[in-house]
């Protein structure tokens, strides 16, 4: 079946980098659509950052702080993450889509996800 392996997050001090990657199996990766979400403790999860096979978009929060990219040989997407802040600190999802809903920001048209990564920002 399909799977999303996250990995990359870790304790960091406020201003540093962190770069996440997430690996997918059992589906055509450079067909569909990869999304990064976040969720913190008592949050709803929030959207980040998405691709497609040719654009971008990212939340207003982290726009030009993070970076999404995809490599379709490795079966991976990225989110490198600088500059961070303790307001990011949430575990962080990837989740993938069949392109049927663009660069969606929401995680309900995402068919598959990960088991998340925690990202702890320390001020």
């Known amino acids: 079946q399909v799977q999303l392996v996250e990995s990359g997050g870790g304790l960091v001090q406020a201003g540093g980098s962190l770069r996440l990657s997430c690996t997918a199996s059992?589906?055509?990766?450079?067909?569909?659509?990869m999304g990064w979400f976040c969720q913190a403790p008592g949050k709803e999860r929030e959207f980040v950052s998405a691709?497609?096979?040719?654009?971008?978009t990212y939340s207003d929060s982290v726009k030009g702080r993070f970076t999404i990219s995809r490599d379709n040989a490795k079966n991976t997407v990225y989110l490198q993450m600088n500059s961070l802040k303790p307001e990011d600190t949430a575990v962080y999802y990837c989740?993938?889509?069949?392109?049927?809903?663009?660069?969606?920001?929401?995680?309900?048209?995402?068919?598959?996800w990960g088991q998340g990564t925690q990202v702890t920002v320390s001020a």
């Open positions: 691709i497609s096979l040719s654009g971008t």
């Open positions: 989740e993938a889509q069949p392109p049927h809903y663009g660069l969606s920001r929401w995680s309900g048209h995402y068919d598959y």
């Open positions: 059992a589906l055509i990766f450079s067909t569909y659509y």
